[in-house]
């Protein structure tokens, strides 16, 4: 779901939260006390008192408002896309299809070797514009946090050109505890 998508989705939420909290507390008036009168405002009134063209305005405002918010509670629970898990490289000469994900067990079981006291978490591969960014959860030893990011990202650089002539943009480490 979208920035903009869960704004709307609070300020919709809100504003059905604050309609009923004014109708519960109106309901609990006229319920502890029998002689209290409440009258509805002469606007509602005027509003549903016959059929005018208000009150189908008013109709389709709220069939369009419940369409929206089953449409966003839908895509809320939908399942987010895949990424595609076989890269094609090649040209007219000739093809060839890498498995991303074993590109990354492959990266991940590299990185675990080479650089001592490293124990990834997760690692993951992202296509970003012309280059890739990786994306690595890890326990890192404490005593060079920096060079362990220099290393890994020589590391990952160097693979990726080696397997597929891929080229590193970016690498985020997610430091998830220092050893």
Known sequence: MTAGGRVVAVIVGLVGLLFAAADLVREVVLAT??????PLAAWSTRLTAGPTWAIAVAAAVAAVV???LILLAVRQLRTPRRRPWLLELGDAAGS????LPAMERALRRRLEKDIP????RALALSKRGDGWWVRLEAELPARDVLGVQARAAGLVAADLARLGG???DG?????TRLA
């Open 33 to 38: 006390e029998r002689s209290a009168t409440w």
């Open 171 to 175: 690498l985020d480490v997610v430091v």
């Open 117 to 120: 006291g490293v124990k990834l």
């Open 66 to 68: 419940t369409v929206a």
């Open 166 to 168: 891929l080229r590193l």
């Open 96 to 99: 060839a299809r890498l498995d």
